[in-house]
């Protein structure tokens, strides 16, 4: 299976497009989809040769783009972030490309005196991992929240609060069985009496 699925995938990348001012999700959320199903390595292969050099180009024309906004980078930066599963987040070479791409933000800043006096809205959050997330107009992707709950009203699936656990943390019904809770923009499925990081597409799947 692996023969055939790996080179159609690896195709499906080579035509994805970044593109911060309109970016369409679906070819990268097919290549998640197979996650849990494809090695680690081989989908790991396929960011490094068709994903990452992509969106870092990107990423280092929008920073030398003399009106960009470093707000608004920090967020996509935080919404690409968010689009990995905790597992993959995991991979050393993952977390090296997002360091990358955070020293090249730090250095844009830090020669950018102006935005340096700003807010620390840019400022970075530690990298962190999730899985699945959407895009406003702009391209930036926004809180997980907000985008399960569009795709469940989209898709005619009960989406509601309904409790708190011990935590204090907010409980969703999902669906008519599934209950879910939303923390850090990481979503966790309750199997059991534990739960269990997932991402979007695989809770809508």
């Given at each position: 299976?692996?023969?055939?699925?790996?080179?159609?995938?690896?195709?499906?990348?080579?035509?994805?497009?970044?593109?911060?001012?309109?970016?369409?999700?679906?070819?990268f959320n097919n290549l998640l989809s197979w996650q849990n199903l494809l090695p680690e390595?081989?989908?790991?292969?396929?960011?490094?040769?068709?994903?990452?050099?992509?969106?870092?180009?990107?990423?280092?024309?929008?920073?030398?783009?003399g009106n960009a906004d470093f707000g608004e980078i920090a967020d996509w930066y935080e919404g690409w972030n968010a689009m990995f599963p905790p597992t993959l987040m995991e991979n050393p070479f993952i977390v090296d490309r997002f360091n990358a791409a955070r020293d090249m933000m730090s250095r844009a800043i830090s020669d950018n005196p102006q935005q340096n006096n700003q807010d620390d809205h840019h400022q970075l959050s530690p990298i962190r991992g999730l899985g699945g997330a959407a895009v406003t107009g702009s391209g930036i992707p926004r809180n997980i929240k907000d985008i399960v709950q569009e795709k469940a009203e989209k898709s005619?699936?009960?989406?509601?609060?309904i409790a708190r656990n011990t935590d204090g943390q907010a409980l969703y019904q999902f669906g008519e069985k599934a209950i879910i809770s939303i923390k850090k923009d990481v979503i966790f499925r309750k199997i059991g009496d534990s739960y269990v990081p997932i991402s979007v597409g695989e809770l809508f799947s």
């Open positions: 299976m692996f023969k055939n699925i790996i080179p159609k995938l690896s195709s499906l990348m080579h035509t994805f497009v970044v593109d911060p001012s309109n970016q369409d999700l679906q070819g390595q081989s989908l790991v292969t396929i960011l490094d040769k068709y994903f990452f050099p992509k969106w870092l180009r990107a990423l280092s024309m929008w920073l030398n783009n005619g699936i009960l989406f509601l609060p």
